[in-house]
């Protein structure tokens, strides 16, 4: 597994009966997290004192409970500096187990000691972007939520970035990689983050499942003739670390990389020597 713990403003506190506790700098939250079916004990006290506390719906959905905490506030992670407030649906505008996969390619990235474009694609709220940049990337950052690159540009600035070389595009992923395809633009770097499940510009419904390995042959067109990385993330119950590595070395057999690799990525869990699985991820890298 990769394990975020590089972090100093994140913790996960404690998991028992469907929840996760976790501190986000000076506040405590507990969330679900349906792969938390154990309980432990002893029982932390934070437990008994939360800043926020989603329950979860038995109908689908739920809502959060406040108890003196802000709307917005921020965390950082090494250089880099995020803008959090809690979604309507769980979320707070970040994935900290992703942290393992910032420094991956940010390694990467420093290391090639020449000029590197990057695309993101389902870029969010910009955790990758953020840390492509600092590593010295240009970075095309690219999501259907006009809110959500607002927030990435948001967070950019806030990390001291808002100068660093960076498009930030509104658009269905999939009709932007066709274009640059036709354009001719290239990348060396690709990092993409699906949703499980997303809606057409028409209201269709699709799943993750049934389109992304078309997606994958599609954007690999898009790799320079000197690529770094692909990376490739999933929060698909479906699409496990065997099946990402499968899919990347079929789409990639002809780009040759040195290496294809898949595992879970997770966040370490204070007090313990366990980790919490949260997604899993493939790597491939040249």
């Not at 394990?3 to 996960?12: E, L």
């Not at 998991?15 to 986000?24: A, D, V």
């Not at 042959?217 to 499968?246: C, H, I, M, R, W």
Request: charged letters at 25%; hydrophobic letters at 35%; a neutral charge.
């Amino acid at each position: 597994m990769w394990i975020a713990d590089n972090w100093k403003d994140y913790q996960v506190l404690d998991t028992r009966n469907g929840e996760k506790l976790e501190r986000w700098g000076d506040y405590i939250l507990i969330r679900p997290d349906p792969q938390v079916i154990w309980q432990t004990a002893p029982r932390r006290r934070e437990w008994d004192t939360p800043n926020g506390h989603y329950h979860r719906s038995r109908k689908g959905g739920g809502s959060w409970d406040f108890f003196d905490l802000p709307e917005t506030w921020q965390i950082t992670y090494k250089s880099l500096t995020f803008n959090l407030k809690p979604f309507s649906f769980k979320h707070t505008g970040l994935f900290p187990e992703q942290a393992a996969n910032w420094d991956w390619c940010g390694d990467l990235i420093r290391t090639a000691e020449r000029p590197v474009k990057i695309l993101n694609l389902f870029a969010y709220t910009g955790g990758a972007t953020c840390a492509a940049l600092s590593a010295g990337a240009s970075v095309t950052h690219v999501d259907a939520s006009k809110g959500m690159v607002t927030w990435a540009r948001e967070n950019a600035q806030s990390s001291g970035l808002a100068d660093r070389p960076v498009r930030w595009i509104v658009d269905d992923c999939t009709k932007f990689v066709m274009r640059e395809i036709r354009r001719g633009n290239r990348y060396d770097g690709i990092i993409m983050d699906p949703p499980s499940y997303g809606r057409g510009p028409k209201g269709e419904i699709w799943k993750l499942e049934d389109t992304i390995y078309d997606f994958l042959g599609l954007t690999a067109q898009l790799l320079s003739d000197e690529p770094l990385f692909f990376l490739l993330n999933s929060y698909t119950t479906g699409l496990q670390p065997g099946v990402l590595t499968y899919m990347l070395k079929s789409v990639l057999a002809d780009r040759k990389p040195a290496a294809v690799i898949a595992d879970e990525v997770g966040l370490p869990v204070e007090g313990t020597d366990l980790a919490l699985p949260c997604g899993c991820a493939g790597r491939a890298s040249w």
